[in-house]
């Protein structure tokens, strides 16, 4: 007889744990490892769905004791046992129950009844033919790389490979032609993209190319529509999923590569439980499937760009833009407090105003990006450009009420200056403006300029992203207005001037990383001017040039920012310099959630003595209170990751507050 291993679907850490069932004859041979299945748990004759994780000849206890599975889901999504390894792992790094990681690898279960195809603007018309076209050849740099890639792919301990090229250098090309090799071996490969670059007009290249042997995941496809995609993935139906970082559970039979692009972006990152890291649980998947992979970027997270310098990584760059006659961008840095002196109070820079007015005229067309991405209130000096930091964690200080700026990190706190501590001048202050704010600004300097604002207010509805993006590319607008979402990978070749104004916002954010995303966004809304054979122009705003993330973002130099910025996070003890963990502890009750947070630091530091991590806090979390609940942080940082993990495991079996741990 053989015997069943069980994750009951109940995400809770005491049950997170297999229990084993006899399996009657009746299912002799019908069960499999992975399958739906609806068993007997606890007593009143409860029934409960799990997974089938393990068939086993060996019983765990006396055969007599053991329940009956009821029923299986004979037409259920079967697991691959690679994603039932992925799952397990993911609970063991993440900290997730089983059945929550089982959870997110499992593709979409249900199917929607057949229905008239439409089109989609993320999605291949069923009703339209498309013949794959021959590959485009490929330059000398690109050439090099896709030869690396797969030597290092087909070596005897290949790497993950860091695919380090410039805006507009051709990175999408050599991933088809990695994909299209793949193809030829019988092999399967998923692409990552940020769901924001999902548009039709990107998408159309990779049917181009490969016609229907293309599926896409998205989060505007239906249930039925992800279902689809996921079941031609099992059956090898296509060689390609294209799709944010859900794409990464396809169930392929034979995968064989996986490719991450802007493998930078947070946005691979999962806020909800289990709280992967994209890129972490891509190369774990990989490393079970013995697949390739290959993350690309202009502006590479630091963490991968550690690892190719320690050469854990493979690393490949393209130094050049791919396009004919297409170069990078003239920049220019306007410091914004000059502007000030000499009496201009504008968000328009003289440089930046003269700019639009010229390209205006020429009929070409100007994206304005307004730097708001990790803005919380902050308070800088309009004269200097000092900003509000605290003296123990270098990071910004936060505006709160009553006149308070507080350390989101360890707590300090000072009342607000009346005076720049630096110059003495009474110009101190909060920055604060938003997107309909300047589309009101241009309407007024520029009432000839046909605007387009794209922000979280104009993009809400199914699609809109890919109808502002279409209607932009087509020439509908002479000005593109926007946040982070507009210079995410897109490609609009009659753009010549890139305008960002307050590039000090993201800057200032109370976050370690905020240089490293505040040169990542500048590069790459830089990279969005003159990709079309004309040299572009970027004008950068800002009251602090001299800042290295500001200045060597406007010279595109990767490496020595990376080389300054490394410098800092070992002195600070930061990821990738050190390993780093968040603990949020959240309570209805302010005086419950802080005594939870004493009493878990105290107990830390006292079961981890001979460790001796670091341990910052209890403060109050960036928001202190959401939806009456009080918010309170601590880090921890030690250079173990494994200590981390201890700890994360010792904090867990504290209970009275509701705790979420995140590795950052």
């Given at each position: 007889m053989k015997f069943a291993n069980v994750i009951v679907d109940i995400s809770h850490q005491r049950v997170d744990q297999t229990f084993q069932y006899r399996i009657p004859e009746e299912l002799q041979g019908k069960v499999k490892v992975g399958m739906p299945v609806l068993v007997p748990f606890g007593g009143g004759g409860r029934k409960v769905k799990g997974f089938l994780v393990e068939l086993t000849n060996v019983p765990e206890f006396d055969e007599e004791r053991l329940k009956d599975i009821e029923m299986v889901e004979e037409k259920g999504n079967v697991i691959e046992d690679q994603l039932i390894?992925?799952?397990?792992?993911?609970?063991?790094?993440?900290?997730?129950?089983?059945?929550?990681?089982?959870?997110?690898?499992?593709?979409?279960?249900?199917?929607?009844?057949?229905?008239?195809?439409?089109?989609?603007?993320?999605?291949?018309?069923?009703?339209?033919?498309?013949?794959?076209?021959?590959?485009?050849?490929?330059?000398?740099?690109?050439?090099?790389a896709v030869e690396g890639i797969w030597q290092e792919i087909h070596g005897e301990k290949p790497r993950p490979c860091l695919l380090f090229g410039v805006t507009g250098s051709g990175k999408t090309e050599v991933y088809m032609e990695l994909i299209s090799r793949m193809a030829a071996e019988g092999r399967q490969s998923i692409l990552l993209i940020p769901e924001i670059s999902l548009t039709y007009q990107n998408l159309q290249r990779f049917y181009r190319r490969f016609g229907r042997r293309v599926a896409v995941v998205n989060s505007r496809l239906s249930e039925g529509e992800k279902f689809d995609s996921m079941e031609k993935a099992r059956k090898g139906e296509v060689d390609l999923?294209?799709?944010?970082?859900?794409?990464?559970?396809?169930?392929?039979?034979?995968?064989?590569?996986?490719?991450?692009?802007?493998?930078h972006e947070t946005a691979y990152n999962s806020e909800t439980s289990p709280r992967y890291h994209g890129v972490e649980t891509a190369i774990a998947r990989a490393g079970l499937a013995n697949a390739g992979i290959v993350l690309?970027?202009?502006?590479?997270?630091?963490?991968?760009?550690?690892?190719?310098?320690?050469?854990?990584?493979?690393?490949?760059?393209?130094?050049?833009?791919?396009?004919?006659?297409?170069?990078?961008?003239?920049?220019?840095?306007?410091?914004?407090?000059?502007?000030?002196?000499?009496?201009?109070?504008?968000?328009?820079?003289?440089?930046?105003?003269?700019?639009?007015?010229?390209?205006?005229?020429k009929k070409e067309q100007i994206i304005l990006f307004l730097n708001r991405r990790g803005y919380a209130g902050f308070i800088s000096c309009r004269s200097c450009g000092t900003v509000m930091k605290c003296p123990h964690c270098d990071v910004s200080l936060t505006s709160h009420r009553g006149g308070r700026l507080v350390c989101h990190y360890c707590g300090y706190e000072r009342p607000m200056p009346d005076r720049c501590p630096s110059c003495g001048s009474p110009y101190i202050a909060g920055f604060g403006i938003g997107t309909q704010k300047v589309e009101a600004m241009i309407s007024r300097e520029f009432p000839e300029a046909?605007?387009?604002?794209?922000?979280?207010?104009?993009?809400?509805?199914?699609?809109?992203?890919?109808?502002?993006?279409?209607?932009?590319?087509?020439?509908?607008?002479?000005?593109?207005?926007?946040?982070?979402?507009?210079?995410?990978?897109?490609?609009?070749?009659?753009?010549?001037?890139?305008?960002?104004?307050?590039?000090?916002?993201?800057?200032?954010?109370?976050?370690?990383?905020?240089?490293e995303r505040t040169f990542q966004l500048l590069t790459q809304a830089a990279g969005r001017a003159g990709r079309a054979g004309s040299r572009g122009n970027v004008v950068i705003q800002t009251y602090n040039p001299e800042n290295y993330a500001v200045s060597l973002a406007a010279k595109q130099d990767y490496i020595t920012f990376y080389k300054q910025e490394i410098q800092y996070r070992k002195m600070m003890g930061y990821p990738p310099a050190g390993e780093m963990m968040s603990l949020l502890i959240t309570s209805p009750q302010e005086e419950t959630a802080e005594e939870f947070a004493q009493r878990l630091v105290r107990d830390i530091r006292r079961e981890f003595i001979r460790e001796a991590p670091v341990l910052i806090g209890p403060a109050d979390a960036g928001i202190a209170k959401i939806q009456d609940l009080y918010r309170k942080r601590i880090y921890v940082k030690h250079g173990d990751r494994q200590v981390l993990l201890d700890i994360r495991d010792f904090a867990v079996r504290f209970t009275g507050c509701e705790l979420q741990i995140d590795i950052l």
């Open positions: 390894q992925l799952a397990s792992w993911m609970k063991e790094t993440y900290g997730c129950t089983m059945i929550q990681a089982l959870k997110t690898v499992l593709p979409s279960k249900r199917r929607v009844k057949s229905r008239k195809a439409r089109v989609s603007q993320t999605s291949l018309p069923e009703d339209e033919e498309w013949h794959p076209e021959p590959a485009p050849s490929l330059n000398e740099e690109q050439s090099r999923i294209i799709g944010p970082r859900s794409a990464l559970f396809a169930p392929f039979p034979r995968l064989g590569l996986i490719l991450v692009d802007e493998e690309g970027s202009a502006t590479p997270s630091m963490e991968s760009f550690d690892a190719a310098m320690d050469r854990r990584y493979a690393v490949f760059p393209l130094r050049k833009r791919a396009r004919s006659g297409s170069v990078l961008p003239q920049v220019d840095v306007v410091d914004m407090r000059e502007e000030l002196r000499e009496g201009n109070k504008s968000i328009f820079s003289g440089t930046l105003a003269q700019s639009i007015r010229e390209r205006l005229e046909r605007v387009l604002r794209m922000d979280l207010d104009t993009t809400g509805k199914k699609d809109s992203h890919s109808r502002i993006l279409s209607a932009f590319a087509g020439g509908e607008a002479d000005i593109l207005l926007g946040t982070q979402m507009i210079v995410k990978g897109h490609d609009f070749p009659k753009v010549t001037l890139v305008g960002i104004l307050a590039a000090d916002l993201s800057l200032y954010s109370s976050d370690f990383r905020s240089a």
